[in-house]
């Protein structure tokens, strides 16, 4: 049989969740016999992500072990640190490798199509942008019998202040700001009628 193969991102996701895990499977003094193998097959089966725990087997024994188990069961090596081996095999419920579907991306707008609000959306309705005339067809289009009006053209408009009072403001002759200062510069009417002081002699 084939040996699984893993993604390194697949691989840290299954050390993750294998760490809370206890050994189900001890391989004792006799090593890899068909009664282990047969053991870990079966908790393959049932738990696709499981821990064994090798006995007094050095270092190179235990690595040939992990090899002819995931050979003759044709799982997966998760990780190897010390006596612990921890094995996983895919199953049918598919605990911790889910196949992801493929992400559906959204249906973007494209700059030029309108805006479909969602009502007119969820109806299966679209909102056509109305096409574009050119210059051509716009001037053949022009009514000719309809008389355009023009600024010049449009009547005054009618002025809300009474016809007597164009030039006063409640009964206040109008006076620009020029006036006002050159009245100040020769004196109020008043101060011309005082008489002033004769010049000491």
Do not use: W
């Not at 040939?64 to 921890?86: F, P, Q, R, Y």
């Amino acid at each position: 049989m084939t040996i699984m193969e893993l993604t390194p991102r697949e691989r840290s996701a299954l050390r993750a969740a294998a760490h809370p895990l206890r050994p189900v499977v001890l391989i004792g003094d006799k090593g890899l016999t068909e009664a282990v193998l047969k053991e870990i097959d079966m908790s393959l089966s049932a738990h696709e992500l499981i821990k064994v725990r090798a006995g007094s087997a050095d270092r190179e024994a235990r690595d040939d072990m992990l090899n002819s188990i995931c050979e003759t069961l044709s799982c997966a090596a998760v990780h190897h640190l010390g006596k612990m081996l921890i094995l996983y095999r895919y199953g049918a419920k598919g605990t911790y490798l889910k196949t992801t579907p493929e992400p559906v991306s959204p249906a973007k707008r494209k700059p030029s199509e309108p805006h479909t609000p969602k009502k007119l959306a969820a109806e299966g309705k679209k909102v056509e942008k109305p096409t574009r005339r050119t210059r051509a067809e716009r001037d053949s289009d022009v009514d000719l019998d309809r008389p355009r009006v023009f600024s010049g053209d449009r009547p005054a408009r009618p002025s809300t202040r009474p016809s007597g009072a164009k030039d006063t403001a409640h009964g206040i002759p109008r006076r620009s700001s020029l006036s006002l200062r050159a009245g100040a510069r020769r004196g109020a009417p008043g101060l011309s009628s005082r008489k002033r002081p004769a010049p000491k002699q």
